[in-house]
């Protein structure tokens, strides 16, 4: 674990999330250009155990293992707000 401006990052190969919430996921992306960093948001099912699965079926699904390391999108998005940064919902 790593923790940036008061959010924790998890290893993905460490820690899974505890509850279906929406997590912040980092990784790198190899593209024409070079190596890039990505960040995404995506739905954690506990259900499931992965990311981006629809209400019933895990056919949709990705592997957390995909990525690198994730957060809560909660505690990253409070970093925002403690800077007095909101963005519309």
């Known amino acids: 674990m790593k923790q940036i401006n008061k959010v924790k ?3 993905t190969t460490e820690r899974k999330p505890n509850r279906d919430c929406y997590v912040i996921l980092l990784n790198y992306v190899i593209e024409g250009c070079g190596v890039c960093k990505s960040i995404t948001e995506l739905k954690w ?7 981006n699965c629809n209400e019933n079926d895990r056919e949709t699904a990705i592997e957390l293992s995909d990525y690198e390391y994730w957060c809560y999108a909660d505690d990253f998005y409070k970093q925002f707000e403690r800077a007095g940064i909101y963005a519309a919902k």
């Open 45 to 51: 099912s506990m259900k499931y155990q992965a990311l």
């Open 9 to 11: 990052w998890y290893k």
